[in-house]
């Protein structure tokens, strides 16, 4: 990482490699840690065989950092240069496409093997194979090594050899499966550090929101710590309270793989708050796997139905997303909700599911739109895991019967925050005069909902009928 103290020159611990030693390239994406990391135990291994190095590598890809709002790259940001402490100065940051950047680094190291975790997002797999053919056409390979997940998506199957479509059937053959034990560090690395092209603050280090997690290996280890100590036993009662700290609020540090699921599966006690809490990473495990199956189900409804689906647009449609966003529907927990995103860079699951399902069946508005907005601000914003979450709250996604599930703000709230302290936290003028009134009639706007589902479910009939 070049630019003043950012700069990776070869401090204590970035030993550079001999002529005799062979440098391999570990090539960090998803994966900003060097506990548990099956790519960089191959890259040692092989390094280590000569006597040679390690060159870690982090390339600023001009098409993600598009596509990721300023929230997560303020966060990948911190998590880089935590990293940069963890391979001892040596991590080089260099920008551009990678299929031009990595053929480049490997060749000024004098590389035959690049390393990386597999990429299973379909942008992922594109770039992956595009390098690759870039390497291979220069005597190089890229050897993939393990995934982000406990078990790499693709691989847990029903017995007809067919993915799952269906969460729970999938959970179970999930746990059934199974997955080894985190590994530790490898002792005696010896990094070679190749200096940068570009800097942490080209990638941006200014949030949209003023209050994210604090990245890197130490934070991600506290909050691990903090939520063993108490929080996991109860978490299968506490997980649905957004007015209280139930949450282990580990998602920021698994997106970016500051920890790895591995590690927090390994650590959970025997109890039912702690195997509610394996559930919910194996829903992180069952989206990433549709997501491979079906790259398209990514920003294409899952369920055909989704595609009679009528949304509204327009003016009117614009104010009221508009509305949304803000925090400013006139029920107080679906702005409370609005808030916290903004303010914080993450909601509360629970809240997640309140605030889609308002948007697709009280305002009648698309759900990608509002997947967009969540990407643009979550510091945990995953493909796999927030489209899908939101196909889940408009009824066309992996759920059976979904669209039926209209989510009512008010039963929500007394039911979740029954004290209003959540919503007291984020919008403290609900209770005063100040506040508006609710921008819609949620028992009419409910039943308009299941109206417009029995239009395209019609529709999809009279799409099939033989001709």
């Known amino acids: 990482m070049s630019g003043g103290a950012d700069r990776a020159p070869a401090g204590a611990g970035a030993v550079r490699t001999t002529r005799s030693g062979h440098t391999a390239v570990l090539w960090f994406r ?60 040596s991590l080089a940051l260099r920008a551009g496409r990678p ?43 890229l050897a993939l090594v393990g995934s982000p997940y406990a078990v790499s998506p ?38 070679r550090s190749a200096g940068s092209d570009t800097t942490v603050e080209a990638i941006g280090t200014t949030a949209a929101s003023p209050l994210l997690p604090v990245p890197g290996l130490g934070a991600a280890e506290a909050a691990l710590e903090a939520f063993l100590a108490g929080p996991v036993d109860r978490y299968g009662d506490e997980r649905d309270r957004p007015d209280h700290e139930g949450t282990s609020r580990l998602s920021p540090y698994l997106r970016f793989g500051t920890l790895h699921p591995r590690q927090i599966l390994a650590r959970l006690p025997v109890g039912p708050g702690a195997a509610v809490f394996r559930s919910e990473l194996g829903w992180r495990e069952f989206y990433a796997d549709v997501l491979w199956h079906h790259p398209r ?21 614009d104010e009221r997303f508009a509305a949304w966003a803000a925090g400013c529907t006139g029920f ?7 808030r916290q995103l903004r303010s914080e860079g993450w909601m509360h699951n629970r809240v997640r599911m309140l605030t889609a399902s308002f948007l697709v069946k009280d305002l009648h508005l698309d759900w990608r739109r509002g997947a967009r907005l969540f990407l643009d601000l979550l510091v945990d914003g995953d493909l796999a895991s927030n489209n899908h979450g939101w196909q889940w709250a408009a009824g066309t996604g992996t759920d059976a019967a979904p669209f039926h599930r209209v989510f009512n703000p008010t039963l929500q709230a ?25 921008i819609v009639d949620h028992a009419a706007e409910r039943a308009e909902a299941l109206r417009r589902w029995e239009e395209a479910r019609l529709a999809l009939a009279l799409e099939r009928e033989p001709r």
């Open 414 to 438: 007394e039911r979740f925050d029954p004290d209003g302290a959540y919503v007291r936290r984020y919008v403290p003028e609900a209770e005063g005069f100040g506040y508006p009134a609710p």
């Open 154 to 191: 693709g691989r847990v199957r029903a017995g007809t050899g067919d993915p799952y479509r269906v969460f729970t059937p999938f959970r179970r053959a999930w746990e059934a499966e199974g997955w080894p034990g985190p590994s530790a560090p490898p002792t005696g690395v010896r990094w």
């Open 30 to 89: 998803r994966d900003l840690r060097t506990a548990d990391h099956p790519a960089l135990l191959a890259a040692v291994a092989e390094a280590s065989a000569t006597g040679g190095s390690v060159a870690p590598l982090f390339v600023v890809d001009g098409a993600l950092m598009a596509s990721s709002g300023a929230n997560r790259r303020s966060f990948l940001a911190g998590s880089l240069r935590d990293l940069h402490t963890q391979v001892e100065g």
């Open 297 to 317: 189900s990514a920003w294409e409804p899952f369920q055909p139905i989704g595609s009679h689906l009528r949304w509204d647009t327009g003016a009117r449609a």
């Open 99 to 141: 299929e031009e950047v990595v053929p480049a680094f490997a060749a000024e190291m004098g590389a035959r093997t690049v390393f990386a975790t597999g990429d299973t997002a379909p942008y992922g797999r594109r770039r992956d194979a595009r390098v690759a053919s870039a390497l291979g056409a220069s005597g190089a390979e």
């Open 332 to 338: 107080p927990l679906v702005d409370a909700g609005m």
